[in-house]
């Protein structure tokens, strides 16, 4: 059984970070492609950074680049995502998504985390 479970999320002031965390079990890690989306409330999924199998390609939101950093460790099956220089429009669940013919209509989604930006 696939399972993906994050962690990280928070509460945290403009311009502050938050690390968030992806521990993946039940498939063969290395060999897939992992996303990172979020869904902020009222609105839908927005795609915000992808990784490579391997960890050495990785793609960006225009509304996070510069600000935000995917990385993988396919030893110990995890994804993370650093986030820096939050900003309030970066409110919203954050899902660590499988590759499934991409992210968009993937079955492989965790429970998500909570980062809420504000003052």
């Known amino acids: 059984e696939v399972q993906l479970l994050e962690s990280g999320g928070g509460l945290v002031q403009p311009g502050g970070s938050l690390r968030l965390s992806c521990v993946a079990s039940g498939f063969t890690f290395p060999h897939y492609w992992m996303y990172w989306v979020r869904q902020a409330p009222g609105k839908g999924l927005e795609w915000v950074s992808t990784?490579?199998?391997?960890?050495?390609?990785?793609f960006y939101a225009d509304s996070v680049k510069g600000r935000f950093t995917i990385s993988r460790d396919n030893a110990l099956n995890t994804v993370d995502l650093q986030m820096d220089s939050l900003k309030p429009d970066d409110t919203a669940v954050y899902y660590c998504?499988?590759?499934?013919?991409?992210?968009?209509?993937?079955?492989?989604r965790g429970q998500g985390t909570q980062v809420t930006v504000s003052s």
């Open positions: 998504v499988r590759d499934d013919h991409g992210w968009r209509g993937s079955a492989f």
């Open positions: 990784i490579n199998h391997l960890g050495d390609g990785t």
